[in-house]
C-alpha cells in the first residue's frame, strides 16, 4: 500500500464497505493485504490513514469466517498492543484501537478453539494481555474498562489456549471492583458476565 495518504485513504474507505462481507473478509484477511495492512499500521506517519487501517482490521477480523495458520496475526496484534502502550495517556486512542485488539484476540481464540493442537499457530505476546489489565484498573475512563471487560468477556466464552492469559491473580478483583462501583449499568453487567466465564475455566 503506497501512495500519497489521500489515496491510501480512498482504498481504506472501500476495503471498509467490503470488510463487512464474510466471503469477502475472510478472503482479505488470509490474503497478502493483511500483512500490507499490518506494515501500513506501523510504519504510517499520518494518524487518519493509521485510523482507518485500525477500522479495516477491526473489520476483517470480525467478519472473517475462517483464519489461515500462516496468516500473521502475532504482528498485527503486537503493534495494536504497541500503539496502545505507547499512547496510554490518551483515551480517545485507546478507544480507536481497543475494539480492533479484541476482535483480532476474539478470532484468534475462536479459530483456535477448532483445531486439534490448540496453542500451536498463533501466539498473543504477553503485554497484550498486560495492557488490557491496564485498561480494566480503577481509575480508568468507563468507556475503556467497558470495552476491556468486553474483550475478556469474549475471549473467555471460547475454551482456548488464549483465554487462558486472562487467568491471573488480579483480574477477579478488578472485574469485581467494576461491577461494585461502576455507576454505568452496561459497565457492571459486562464486569460481571466477564467475570463468570473466567470462572468457567
Given at each position: ?7 491510501k ?30 506494515h ?11 485510523a ?11 467478519h ?14 503486537a ?9 496510554f ?19 484468534i ?33 468507563p ?20 483465554s ?12 469485581w471492583?467494576?461491577?461494585?462501583h461502576?455507576?454505568v449499568?452496561?459497565?457492571r ?13
Amino acid at each position: 500500500m503506497t501512495g500519497a495518504p489521500r489515496t491510501k485513504l480512498n482504498l481504506l474507505c472501500y476495503l471498509c464497505s467490503v470488510s463487512g462481507h464474510k466471503e469477502a473478509a475472510t478472503r482479505l484477511i488470509n490474503s497478502q493485504l493483511f500483512l500490507s495492512l499490518t506494515h501500513v499500521l506501523r510504519t504510517a506517519p499520518n494518524w487518519d490513514v493509521r485510523a482507518k487501517v485500525i477500522r479495516v482490521i477491526g473489520l476483517l477480523s470480525s467478519h472473517a469466517v475462517e483464519l489461515n495458520e500462516d496468516v500473521p496475526v502475532t504482528e498485527a496484534v503486537a503493534v495494536l498492543t504497541e500503539l496502545i502502550r505507547d499512547n496510554f495517556r490518551n483515551s480517545k486512542l485507546k478507544q480507536c484501537l481497543l475494539p480492533s485488539l479484541g476482535e483480532l484476540l476474539y478470532l484468534i481464540s475462536s479459530q483456535e478453539e477448532k483445531k486439534e493442537h490448540p496453542g500451536e499457530c498463533w501466539a498473543v505476546p504477553a503485554a497484550a494481555y498486560t495492557v488490557l489489565m491496564r485498561c480494566l484498573r480503577e481509575g480508568e475512563e468507563p468507556t475503556v474498562n467497558h470495552m476491556a471487560a468486553k474483550i475478556v468477556e469474549n475471549v473467555c466464552t471460547t475454551v482456548s489456549y488464549h483465554s487462558q492469559g486472562f487467568l491471573t491473580a488480579e483480574i477477579g478483583p478488578m472485574l469485581w471492583y467494576l461491577f461494585t462501583h461502576s455507576t454505568v449499568d452496561s459497565l457492571r453487567v459486562t464486569a460481571i458476565s466477564a467475570l463468570c466465564r473466567i470462572t468457567r475455566h
